[in-house]
């Protein structure tokens, strides 16, 4: 049998079959090469991809998701007020899915709902998902990773402190960035230096709030508890927080805020009030969303790289599939940097 080749426009469309043929194997060791099994010496295993280079064979996705039992799906599952979040998050994931034969579905849910695990269960099985991507604070629950391993489906985590094996998880390093941000304001000159907290029963809401403590307690500042305000990682909550904080006498010189939304939400309070930024009032936020370098002034706040988090987890799913070696040996651990900009300043001279 002739070797067609890939320009070969009238060739016709190659089968599992041709290249067992060529290859001189049976199909199972053809359909093992290509779901990258193990169970293959390596001269065979080159000897059939080198057939499949040379003719261009591309593999029928269909059969391969019927012999693998999955669909090449990858999903996206969450519960987040952050919508800029889950964004920069589907952005990453479909940075690493271009190319191959994976799509990402996505799946909100109601993590306060008596039936999550059962919709986050019938998700997984009903979609026949390859892997899942949970995102905090879903991720934090170590329930829905039992639900993965139940039903045979990979799965990754993520979350701002390990949470489980380093395969399964990318992680980022809340704590230290906010405290390093605090260091900024104190080093300014800051004193009192007002906190709005991120939503309970979130950890990154948790860590950055230990960060936020111990940058304080590092200096020997005090943080009397009128000086932290409750916030949902929502821009509302933070006009809400940050009123409430401005409301204080004296008021703070300073206000750290768990996000950037709540950031700018405390940017809109103080502008109400004819407070000036950053000569009365000075403002980081966290993430660097693109709200922060558009608003004025632009906004002190703490990068989060949760778009290469967001490729870092998909590639963990799908890298034996797609052939590459990615090393999930170690946590994908993400440093999150302080970026500087035109919202902090010196406090006001008493």
């Known amino acids: 049998m002739p070797k067609p080749t890939p320009d070969d426009a009238n060739a016709p469309k190659l089968t599992i079959n041709d290249i067992a043929a060529l290859a001189g194997v049976s199909k199972k060791t053809v359909s093992r090469v290509i779901n990258q099994s193990p169970l293959l010496n390596q001269a065979t295993r080159e000897k059939v991809e080198a057939v499949i280079r040379e003719t261009g064979y591309t593999p029928n996705p269909q059969a391969r998701a019927l012999a693998l039992g999955r669909n090449f799906l990858i999903g996206l599952v969450y519960d987040n007020p952050n919508q800029q979040m889950i964004l920069n998050m589907q952005r990453g994931a479909l940075e690493a ?122 200096a020997g500042i005090s943080l009397p508890r009128s000086l932290v305000a409750d916030g949902q990682y ?81 590639l963990k799913l799908i890298g034996t599939a797609i052939g590459e070696g990615h090393d999930v040996s170690e946590p994908s651990t993400f440093s999150s940097t302080l970026i500087r900009r035109a919202s902090v300043a010196p406090p006001p001279r008493d």
């Open 97 to 218: 899915l271009h190319g191959t034969e994976f799509e990402l579905v996505i799946r909100p849910v109601d993590r306060g709902s008596a039936k999550v695990m059962d919709d986050i269960r019938s998700f997984i099985v009903r979609q026949r998902l390859y892997g899942v991507i949970i995102l905090p604070p879903l991720s934090e629950n170590d329930a829905i990773a039992r639900i993965c391993d139940e039903e045979g489906c990979r799965y990754v985590r993520m979350g701002s402190a390990v949470l489980d094996d380093p395969e399964h998880m990318v992680v980022s390093n809340d704590r230290d960035a906010v405290a390093e941000a605090v260091r900024h304001l104190i080093q300014q000159g800051h004193k009192r230096i007002g906190l709005i907290a991120g939503p309970h029963g979130f950890r990154s809401a948790k860590e950055r709030r230990e960060g936020f403590e111990l940058a304080l307690s590092e």
């Open 234 to 314: 929502t821009f509302e909550s933070g006009v809400s927080a940050c009123e409430s904080l401005l409301d204080l006498s004296p008021r703070p010189t300073a206000i750290f805020a768990s996000n950037d939304e709540m950031a700018a939400g405390v940017l809109y309070a103080a502008r109400l009030r004819g407070i000036e930024v950053p000569d009365q009032l000075s403002i980081i936020g966290f993430d660097d969303t693109p709200i922060t370098s558009r608003v004025w002034p632009p906004l002190t706040t703490v990068r989060w790289p949760i778009v290469a988090m967001g490729r870092a987890a998909a």
